[in-house]
Every structure is written in structure tokens, then in C-alpha cells.
């Protein structure tokens, strides 16, 4: 199977705008979840959706949120960009069915906001 | 609120033995996952503790610990390429994960 998959690598973008990043989850998948990855802060949960519907929500200011589609691919977007925006974003996907819930992570969007 | 404290560095020598702990507090607690990520790379799945004891996985063992809500990570026979930072993570009964802080591997040859 292939692994998940996320668009774009990397970005750029100034203080105020705004961003799209797309993740594909592996085959099967209906749970993508989606992380912001900073130095010593570890990976802090953002939200996951599972079946078109958001499930579980961490606790980011309201410029963060995200969406499902019926194939399972999820966005996530970025309002009003922040200095502290700055991340890299790594979404996972995962079957929920099984024990562990184990999570498929894919390479991550590099974002820098200038 | 729900946390995972782990040790930010350890440091080990190749051919040793090294173990990280993890304790949590999270609301309805259901088990501890462990996660290897490589400079650069994405996390990836090493274990899974649903209950109390030792699981084994090849050079890599992980134990839990309800009743003191801990739980570690043992890597035996270190290799250079274990030289990562690893996540304990926390599943809650919504499905829900929180992941530590992390915990940087210097393996010292």
C-alpha cells in the first residue's frame, strides 16, 4: 500500500495570509489526524477526522481548522498566519478498529511564515 | 488537563542498554504507544502497551504501569542508527492521542 501522502513539502508564506495543506491517507484509512511538530514542543495534536466528521480537537485558537472529504483526504488550513505558525505539520492516518490505533505519519509540511 | 513528561536527552553508549520513562496523566486512559522518529523522517510506530507488563519487539521492549500511570521504553543492544528521538503517547477511550515531548537517543560510540 502506499504510504500518506502530504502537499506541499515545503512553504513559505508572510505574517496575515493564509494556507491549504493536504494530506492522503493510506487506502483503507477513514482517521486522519493532524499535528504541529515545533522544536522541544514535541508533536501537540491539532484535530482528527474521522468519516467526513471532526472527532477530536486539541486546543488551538480557532485560525486552525480543517476538513474531510468522502475518499478519506483531509485538509487543514491556516488563517492569519502567525510568526509562531511556524512548523513543520504532519498529518497520520490510522484505522481505528484496531487496538493500538496505531498512526501512519506522513513526511510532514515544512511551514515558515516571515 | 492531560501530560506526558519524559526526559528530554538521554545518552547511551553503542552495544549498551538504555531505557525511557514516560509518565502520564491523562482522562480516561486506555494505553502507551512508542514512536522512533529519525532527524528529518516521520514518526513511525515502535509498540503498544493496552496492559500492564513488558511487550517485546525484537531489541526493543516496552512496560506499563497503570496503578503508577508510567511506563518506559527499553532499547538493548544500541546501534548507532537508534540515534533518534522518541515519543510516548497516550490513547484515550475517544480515541484520542497526546504525545510527550519527546526524548532525544545520543548514542556515543
Known amino acids: 500500500k502506499a504510504g500518506v501522502t502530504q502537499t506541499p513539502r515545503y512553504l513559505i508564506k508572510t505574517r496575515g495570509q493564509q494556507v491549504t495543506l493536504s494530506c492522503s491517507p493510506i487506502s483503507g484509512h477513514r482517521s486522519v489526524s493532524w499535528y504541529q511538530q515545533t522544536p522541544g514542543q514535541g508533536l501537540q495534536f491539532l484535530f482528527e477526522?474521522?468519516?467526513?466528521?471532526?472527532?477530536n480537537k486539541g486546543n488551538f485558537p480557532g485560525r486552525f481548522s480543517g476538513r474531510q472529504f468522502s475518499n478519506s483526504r483531509s485538509e487543514m488550513n491556516v488563517s492569519t498566519l502567525e510568526l509562531g505558525d511556524s512548523a513543520l505539520y504532519l498529518c497520520?492516518?490510522?484505522?481505528?478498529?484496531?487496538?493500538?490505533?496505531?498512526?501512519?505519519f506522513g513526511p510532514g509540511t515544512r511551514l515558515t511564515v516571515l | 488537563g492531560q501530560s506526558l513528561e519524559q526526559p528530554s536527552e538521554v545518552t547511551a553508549v553503542e552495544g549498551a542498554i538504555v531505557q525511557i520513562n514516560c509518565t502520564y496523566q491523562?482522562?480516561?486512559?486506555?494505553?502507551l504507544s512508542w514512536y522512533q522518529q529519525h532527524d528529518g523522517g516521520a514518526p513511525t510506530f515502535l509498540s503498544y502497551n493496552g496492559l500492564d507488563g513488558l511487550e517485546e519487539t525484537g531489541r526493543f521492549s516496552s512496560f506499563l504501569s497503570r496503578s503508577d500511570s508510567y511506563g518506559y521504553l527499553l532499547l538493548q543492544e544500541l546501534q548507532m542508527k537508534d540515534s533518534a528521538s522518541y515519543f510516548c503517547a497516550a490513547l484515550n477511550r475517544d480515541d484520542k492521542i497526546i504525545f510527550g515531548k519527546g526524548t532525544r537517543l545520543h548514542i556515543l560510540p
Open positions: 477526522y474521522f468519516s467526513e466528521t471532526q472527532r
Open positions: 491523562t482522562s480516561g486512559f486506555y494505553g
Open positions: 497520520a492516518s490510522s484505522d481505528p478498529g484496531t487496538v493500538r490505533n496505531e498512526q501512519f
